[in-house]
Structures are given as structure tokens and as C-alpha cells.
């Protein structure tokens, strides 16, 4: 019983986000294909995602969303937003995934262009660039 | 050696820094005031069902609205350091592809026209069911990426993605500024009569600029992928 | 509480998978795995409520990035082994 107790008191969103995080973070610094470090980065906002996202779980409640299950059968706004989760993050990451895409893109243009220049696959040859 | 010892010191710093987040947070018992306030006004206020298309659409109107202008800056980005000059390929003659295989050109032609539909469908319902522009415009994107994969020579016709790109940016900002002029302010919804909630033509102007931010999203999206598959002028 | 106990696993899943893209040699592998990464996390935001986010990150997340990767990967015309390249000599004198 007393994992579930330690479970029911961490959350676990911001837990396994968190970690996430951590797992991007190493992938970046300890790897040095180009390749490699833009999927770390896309590994480490998931994990941001997820630990913006956490703040907006609670326990036991539905999403946003107002339809017949939610209002039931009156339409009593109060009753309903009792029963729904906290819809503001949901929002900002709804975002953040769609501008992840785009600058992922960038990144790996980034490496393409590097790349058709002549360049190596490795971060390490880029040591004496002047920017 | 000593790289790795600054990258688990950089790494133990950051586990450090995050573990209360992640084992002494909690779980919040209610939404804060401000999300309860979204949660009860937005139906009333805007006839949207959907509360968070009402805040990506109207509450926080401007926040999509810039980011729709950094993904068209990221999508400008990357076409113009994809193209064929700036890869130095120059006169070179373009690479031979395989050809696609017979399933995957037939399932293509069956499955764009159904695929363009169902994302047309996603953001014309965004204020009713989970969905909205932003996944609406992916569906898209996802059908013309089938085209371009079961034909690899063939390319997204740059003219119609430009035009359809900045018409749909223009009628965005051409809707909000209906909102200031006819309601209360810049992307208020309110400028279309509300209609009854959970209806198709409801929540005023907030399924049209979903449409719209769909629209765009679609464009751009089939503008990077067609930018990354080569061999663009 | 069901639902915290699912949370948890799937959030094992993605850090399991999240752990093996930063590990595996094979780049393919390694963009495969973030795509599995992206997979679990839009089953956690189900999970949690929040079916507008989950179906952007399944969408986007696993799907189109996914995609981005193998075409960049495809136009480098970089080796599928992370470190086969370390000095940067152009590969197939193809440029």
C-alpha cells in the first residue's frame, strides 16, 4: 500500500516530466551529432511540456470541454465547471507543440545546410567557428 | 574526462533544481481563480463548448496570433536556407528517386481527397469537439505529404502555398480588427452573432478564425516539408 | 488513483524510450524512439484531461516530426552510425 500512497502524493506528470527534462538535457551536452542533439531537444520539450502541463491535473476531473456528459442534463455552468480540469495550460502548450515543429525544422536545415558545405556530422568540428 | 564530469555536474544541478517540482508539487485539489473564471464565463461569454479554443482563440488571442507569426518566420527559416543555390547544387542535375510502390500510389489517390476532408472537418468543429486549426492544418499537411511521397519528382506548387499562406494571415488580422470595430476589442469573437451553444454556426467569429489559423498552419507546415525533401529552386 | 497508476507507467515507457534515443547508435533508431516518446506523452495528456493537446502532440510529435528527421537524415546524406564520420570527410563525394 504504500507505493500507492507515495503515488497518490507526487504528481506524476510533473515526476516523469521532470525526468524527461533531465534526459534531454544529457542527451545535448553528451552527444556530439548534430542529429543526435535535435532529438534530444525534441526529447527535452516533451518534458517541459509535460511539467507546464502538470499544473493543470486534477485528480478525478474531466476535460474541458461542455457537452451533454459534463453539464448533464440541465445546463447549470457552475455544476459544470466543477467537473473539468484547469484549461489555461492546455492552451499555452497547444502552441508550444506547433512552434516545436517549426524550430525543430529550423535546426535540422541548420545541419543540412553544415553538412552540404562540406562540413562533418560532428559538433566537434565546428570548434574554431568564427560567428 | 573532464567533459563528462561537467556534463553530470550540469545534469545533477538541474535534478537538483527540478526534484521539488516533481516529488513535493502535489496535485492541485481545484483550478486557480482565473481558470475557473474561464471555465464558467466562456460558454456564457462566447458560446464556445470547447473552453480551451475559446482561450487560444479569443482570452489569449494575441498569443496565437504571434505565434502563428514565428511559425511563418520559422518556416521562411528554413525555405530559404534549403534551396538549391544556397546548397550549392546549383546547375546539378537533380537526383534520381525510386519510384513510389503501386499500393502507395493508389492508396493516395484514395486517401487525400478523405484526408484534406477530415482535416477540414477538425477545425470547422474546433469549438465543439477536441481539435482545432492547429491539428486541422497537420491532417492537412499529412495528406499533401502522401502526394509528395507516393510522387518523389513532383513539388507543392509554391504559388498556391504563398497565397493561401498570406490570405488566410491577412482575413486572421482582418477578423480581429472586425472584433475592435464591431465588439469590444481586437479577435473579439463577438462581432458574429453567438448562436445557440453546441450548434455548427455558433460561438460568433471563433470557428471562422480557427478555419483560418487551420488554413495557415496547413500551408506552412507543407511548405517546410516540401523545403526539406530537396531539390527546390 | 487508476488513472495516477497509468500516468506512472506510461511515464516509465517514455523515459525508457526517451533514455534509448539518446543512447542508441543508429540514427534511425534514435528518431524512431523520440517518435515513441512523443507517442507515450500524448497518451499521458489523455489520460489527463486534455484530449486538444494529446491530439496535436500524436499528430505533430510522433507523426510529422518524425518525418521532418528521416527527410533531413535522407538530404544529408549522413550515415545511419552516429560516430562513422568523426574527422567530417565528405561521404559519397556527392556535392
Known amino acids: 500500500m504504500s507505493l500507492l500512497e507515495f503515488v497518490s502524493r507526487i504528481n506524476p506528470v510533473a515526476a516523469s516530466g521532470a525526468v524527461l527534462v533531465l534526459v534531454g538535457v544529457w542527451g545535448v551536452l553528451a552527444r556530439p551529432n548534430l542529429f543526435k542533439i535535435a532529438i534530444a531537444t525534441s526529447v527535452m520539450e516533451t518534458g517541459v511540456n509535460l511539467v507546464i502541463l502538470s499544473t493543470g491535473y486534477i485528480r478525478g476531473r474531466t476535460a474541458p470541454i461542455l457537452d451533454s456528459a459534463v453539464a448533464g442534463t440541465a445546463t447549470d455552468a457552475a455544476g459544470a465547471a466543477a467537473r473539468m480540469t484547469d484549461p489555461v495550460p492546455q492552451a499555452l502548450v497547444l502552441t508550444a507543440i506547433v512552434i516545436g515543429l517549426a524550430v525543430t525544422a529550423l535546426q535540422l536545415s541548420y545541419a543540412v545546410r553544415l553538412r552540404a558545405a562540406g562540413g562533418g556530422s560532428s559538433i566537434e568540428s565546428y570548434g574554431d567557428e568564427k560567428w | 574526462m573532464m567533459r563528462r564530469v561537467l556534463v553530470f555536474l550540469a545534469v545533477a544541478g538541474l535534478a537538483w533544481a527540478l526534484l521539488p517540482l516533481a516529488l513535493g508539487s502535489g496535485v492541485p485539489e481545484a483550478p486557480g481563480a482565473l481558470a475557473t473564471a474561464y471555465l464558467t464565463d466562456a460558454p456564457a461569454d462566447f458560446g464556445a463548448a470547447n473552453i480551451v479554443t475559446a482561450i487560444v482563440v479569443s482570452y489569449r488571442g494575441f498569443d496565437t496570433l504571434g505565434e502563428v507569426a514565428v511559425l511563418f518566420a520559422a518556416t521562411a527559416g528554413v525555405g530559404a536556407l534549403l534551396t538549391r543555390k544556397r546548397l550549392g547544387l546549383g546547375d546539378a542535375e537533380p537526383e534520381a528517386k525510386p519510384a513510389a510502390t503501386e499500393i502507395l500510389v493508389t492508396a493516395t489517390g484514395l486517401l487525400t481527397g478523405l484526408l484534406v476532408m477530415f482535416g477540414v472537418y477538425i477545425f ?38 504563398a497565397a493561401v499562406e498570406s490570405l488566410s494571415g491577412a482575413a486572421y488580422v482582418g477578423m480581429g480588427l472586425l472584433g475592435a470595430f464591431l465588439a469590444w476589442g481586437f479577435l473579439d469573437p463577438r462581432a458574429l452573432p453567438l448562436g445557440r451553444i453546441g450548434s455548427l454556426v455558433s460561438a460568433g467569429s471563433i470557428p471562422v478564425i480557427y478555419s483560418l489559423i487551420g488554413l495557415k498552419v496547413g500551408a506552412e507546415l507543407s511548405g517546410i516539408l516540401d523545403a526539406l525533401k530537396g531539390d527546390r529552386e | 488513483m487508476l488513472v495516477d497508476v497509468a500516468l506512472l507507467v506510461s511515464g516509465i515507457v517514455m523515459i525508457a524510450a526517451g533514455i534509448g534515443a539518446v543512447l542508441a547508435r543508429s540514427l534511425l533508431v534514435s528518431i524512431l524512439l523520440s517518435g515513441g516518446v512523443s507517442l507515450a506523452a500524448s497518451l499521458v495528456f489523455l489520460l489527463m484531461g486534455a484530449p486538444d493537446v494529446a491530439m496535436t502532440e500524436a499528430a505533430i510529435g510522433s507523426g510529422l516530426t518524425t518525418v521532418v528527421y528521416l527527410y533531413a537524415l535522407a538530404r544529408a546524406r549522413q550515415p545511419d552510425e552516429e560516430d562513422s564520420d568523426p574527422l567530417g570527410n565528405s561521404v559519397k563525394g556527392g556535392r
Do not use: D, K, M, N
Not at chain 2, 468543429?125 to 492547429?134: A, D, Q, R
Open chain 2, 124 to 161: 470547422l468543429h474546433g469549438h465543439l469537439t477536441p481539435g482545432g486549426g492547429f491539428q486541422g492544418g497537420v491532417v492537412i499537411a499529412t495528406a499533401l505529404l502522401l502526394g509528395l511521397l507516393a510522387r518523389p519528382e513532383s513539388h507543392l506548387s509554391h504559388g498556391i502555398l
